[in-house]
């Protein structure tokens, strides 16, 4: 029976298995017909990029100056465009030939179209409101799969105020709020409704990274990376992965490669042989899961993605170089890169190029250790070197800040060609964004994007006159051809708001060009005379040929061919110009070293909105490094003022010298805001502004008028604290201004309502206005009641639906007008110096110059009550002025002697120090 058994369940165990087998073989495809085999996958492709819309036609221009920038500049020539590219130029006359267009441009100067590879407009658009913000996609450290052009908004009005500007070319890019932002992609200025119509055809797309603060930052209490440690792992755990992701399609790739060779190699057999080969093949294999963060990370370790990193430091910089080297990679160009100076050698070696800015410093502390000769430094040291904007209104002036940055080389003893300088805008650019072969210079075969200038552009004055993409004159100054915004259709009533160029007739800037800055040794103090110099007065009056004479730090007499003596110490101004000080109306100076660190930052008193009380000059911080930066600028006098709130409290006078606590003058003005954004503050609604307002003058004069019953303690019962009160009441008393910022046209109407309901009340109220955007439509109003405006002449962009009236020529509207305007460089850091930039662009966008230089001079002081003893050049004032080598108000002329009551300032600052030990 045992045997039986056992045979019984060996029987039953083989069967089993022999079932088991017979199944397997048919699943195998033993009696069974194979399936066909699969084709090989078709990935999902981007569609292409649209074809170039070009101007078939052909335009001749003449007689204009040519800055080729891949070759010497043509002093006067030709150049033919066609078919949207360059045809042809050459010097002097052109051949004959037929043309659709003839166009003498005699006197101007023709360039490539600028281009500038640091941009987020479109998507940070303007007006910059909370539905707009689609820069940074904050939910992950590591955010590179998404694409810029798809938040950009094509119908930004910053556009087209940079396209009238000159800009051809940009490349916007995410935010640098992430490690990997995401990818940035490159636009061509002419208007489009999509992105992907802008979309520079052919132009690789480039990987936003970033390095520093704000990563950590940002990521610092949702889960890191919260040091900068972290920040290097993430991005080696990311290109780790991507590495590896890598290696998994370099597989597919090669499976799929043999894969067709064996179909190939049976493509010749009959059809029935052939199928069952087929067959015997299999499937196409199947490629890896595409992940859109690691396609980006791969694409830029296959060489297809250009890789741009916002870095600041020069070891974070080096860090950076050290992970391409490791994951073989190339960056292409570090952006910001405040330090680079520091390892200009390193980054020549490496080819990496530099785009940084002229003069932003400061805003944090890896911004710190900065210095406006960095990219001097770094074009010194053969670095691929450009200036870029961050910026919707810098983007503006990019002409301008390579020219500051020329003169701060020329500082150091550094000097730059007009080709090497003018490359920084256009060719080099070009390179950052690999379109060198197609833009950037003026090349034959290259696109026909073109800037005609009005005079050169490195001059404050020079003004795009005509502008071309793809031959296409998509910007015409005379002509009105103006692209705006949709958003702007039915809401701007204007559309440039330019007036005619009020420069003086001489273009000095190829002079400027080939001047080097004298080195000054021998200091000149109290007593000493200046020969045959040319004053440029406060009132704006040119007197050439004059000797001033000072003794004991004040000026004793001004007069031509003054008598000297063997003893006297002379200084020969033949060729210079002497202004007064400059005068900074508006500024944080003082109250503010580095503007992310509370510690060194007093600008307002948080959670409050009604501070009278607040003295600033207690918070001044004397010894900050931006005083001897600024006074090297040209800067003398300011008014620092707090900010923030309905009445954020006293501000205060000084002079830049190197005691600068010694001459303070306290409480000489008090600063306050009636804008539509401080509304949050009054329940979110801006009629509570003004009402407040109101209400607080009526119980200050009831203050006032009861102070005996208060300090009796029978009067309690007040709304606003007593202190607050009591330190208003100089303002209604008249003995100090009271400015207000104030923008739109109602926001401005109501300040008009106040005031003349204050001179109803008797109230001898000394207004103001701050800002003034859209002030130009209430300059009669604002003449008749003796109001002055204090305006920042470069900075007309539309921030805000209370700057939709903007104009360029805001300063030559309100003076045309008779109000008195002072001219400012306010904005959300300080720095005073670019006052000079404001007055240029103001004269040209018609302002006259002597105009200008009151507004930065006389007219400051005049407004705040100090007229009498600042900003004059005048017999028995303190010998306070500066001489210059040129024209003041042009960014390459060198302040190269300034005086504080007879003393001669030493010139040299921090920056400088800097520059000098990496040098």
């Known amino acids: 029976m045992k045997n039986l058994s056992f045979n019984l369940i060996f029987l039953s165990f083989f069967l089993s298995v022999f079932c088991l087998s017979c199944t397997k073989q048919a699943d195998l495809g033993f009696g069974q017909e194979k399936p066909t085999p699969l084709k090989e996958v078709q990935l999902p492709l981007d569609p292409p990029d649209e074809k170039r819309d070009i101007n078939q036609s052909s335009i001749l221009y003449t007689d204009a100056r040519l800055i080729l920038v891949s070759a010497p500049s043509i002093e006067k020539g030709w ?60 939910v992950s450290p590591n955010t590179a799969g998404v694409w810029a052009e798809n938040g950009f908004w094509p119908q930004d009005p910053s556009l087209w105020r940079a396209l009238s500007s000159g800009i051809t070319t940009i490349q916007v890019l995410p935010g640098s709020a992430n490690l990997f932002g995401g990818r940035s992609f490159t636009a061509k200025m002419r208007p489009r409704i999509s992105a992907r119509e802008m979309r520079f055809e052919g132009a690789p797309q480039g990987l936003k990274m970033a390095c520093g603060e704000n990563p950590k930052r940002v990521y610092g209490e949702k889960g890191g990376p919260s040091t900068r440690m972290g920040n290097v792992a993430g991005y080696n755990r990311a290109y780790q992965e991507a590495f590896e992701y890598h290696q998994s399609w370099l597989k597919y790739e090669r499976d799929l490669k043999h894969w067709k060779k064996r179909r190939s190699e049976i493509e010749d057999t009959d059809q029935e042989s052939r199928l069952e080969a087929f067959k015997d093949i299999g499937d196409a294999p199947v490629p890896p899961k595409v992940d859109a963060k690691l396609e980006t990370l791969r694409s830029v370790l296959k060489g297809d993605i250009l890789v741009h990193i916002h870095c600041y430091r020069a070891d974070e910089m080096s860090l950076m170089l050290d992970l391409a080297k490791k994951y073989g990679f190339n960056i292409r160009s570090f952006h910001h890169a405040i330090e680079a100076y520091k390892m200009a050698d390193k980054l020549a070696e490496h080819g990496t190029g530099v785009s940084t800015w002229a003069d932003w410093w400061g805003f944090k502390m890896e911004a710190y250790d900065a210095t406006s000769a960095n990219a001097a430094i770094t074009e010194k040291y053969g670095v691929k070197t450009i200036i870029h904007s ?32 003018m490359a920084w805008i256009t060719l ?29 552009p490195l001059s404050i004055y020079a003004k795009p006159e005509q502008v071309l993409i793809d031959g296409h004159i998509v910007f015409d100054r005379e002509k009105k051809i103006v692209p705006t915004s949709d958003f702007e259709v039915g809401n701007r009533k204007i559309g440039l708001g330019s007036r005619s160029n009020k420069a003086p007739s001489k273009d000095q800037t190829l002079e400027l060009l080939k001047l080097k800055h004298d080195k000054i040794e021998d200091y000149k103090n109290n007593d000493f005379i200046i020969k045959n110099v040319t004053l440029l007065n406060s009132n704006g009056e040119k007197i050439e040929n004059r000797d001033i004479k000072v003794s004991k730090g004040k000026i004793l007499n001004i007069s031509k061919n003054l008598k000297t003596k063997k003893k006297d110490s002379i200084i020969d101004g033949t060729g210079k110009i002497l202004t007064p000080g400059l005068f900074e109306a508006a500024s944080y100076l003082g109250l503010m070293e580095v503007a992310s660190v509370h510690s060194t930052r007093n600008i307002n008193i948080n959670g409050s909105s009604i501070t009278p009380s607040l003295e600033a000059h207690f918070s001044f911080y004397s010894q900050t490094t931006r005083i001897p930066i600024e006074r090297a600028g040209g800067v003398i006098y300011t008014m620092a003022i707090p900010s923030g709130g309905l009445l954020a409290g006293k501000g205060f006078f000084f002079k830049l010298t190197d005691n600068p606590s010694n001459n303070v003058l306290p409480n000489r003005v008090m600063y306050g805001s009636v804008s539509s954004h401080i509304k949050e503050s009054f329940g979110d609604h801006y009629s509570q502004v003004w009402q407040t307002l109101y209400n607080f003058i009526t119980e200050s004069r009831f203050l006032k008028k009861n102070i005996s019953q208060y300090n009796k303690g029978s009067l309690r019962n007040l709304k606003f604290p007593a202190d607050e009160l009591i330190a208003f009441e100089p303002v209604l008393e008249g003995k100090i201004p009271l400015i207000l910022s104030a923008d739109s046209y109602d926001e401005i109407s109501n300040l008009i309502q106040f005031a003349r309901s204050m001179k109803k009340r008797k109230i001898p109220l000394k207004l103001i206005l701050f800002g003034g955007t859209e002030s130009w439509m209430l300059a009669s109003e604002l003449k008749s009641l003796d109001i002055p405006v204090i305006l920042n002449a470069t900075n007309q962009t539309v921030y805000s639906f209370s700057h939709i009236q903007n104009r360029d020529d805001l300063a030559a509207a309100l003076s045309e007008k008779g109000v008195k305007i002072a001219l400012t460089a306010h904005e959300w850091s300080t720095y005073p110096q670019r006052i000079r930039q404001s007055a240029g662009m103001a004269v040209a966008n018609g302002l006259p110059y002597e105009k200008a230089i009151q507004a930065i001079t006389s007219a400051p002081a005049n407004i705040y009550g100090l007229e009498n003893e600042y900003a004059k050049l005048k017999k028995g004032q303190p010998a306070t002025f500066i001489l210059w080598n040129a024209d003041p108000l042009e960014p390459m002329a060198n302040p190269e002697r300034i005086w504080i009551e007879g003393n001669q300032l030493d010139l040299n600052h921090r920056q400088q120090k800097l520059a000098k030990k990496y040098l």
Do not use: C
């Open 79 to 138: 150049i033919l465009i066609k078919d949207g590219n360059i045809v042809d130029f050459g010097e002097g006359e052109p051949p004959k030939m037929e043309v659709d267009q003839r166009i003498s441009a005699a006197g101007k100067v023709i360039t490539p179209g600028i281009i500038d590879t640091h941009s987020h407009m479109g998507v940070y658009p303007h007006p910059g409101v909370r539905a707009h913000s689609d820069g940074n996609e904050m």
């Open 428 to 456: 080099n650019a070009a390179w950052a964004l690999g379109i060198e072969d197609k833009v950037g210079s003026l090349d034959k075969g290259k696109h026909a994007d073109l800037v005609i200038w009005d005079r050169h």
């Open 390 to 421: 961050d910026s919707a209104e810098d983007i503006r002036h990019l002409n301008h800040e390579v020219a500051k940055v020329l003169k701060s080389g020329k500082d150091l003893g550094i000097e730059i060609t007009e080709v090497k300088a």
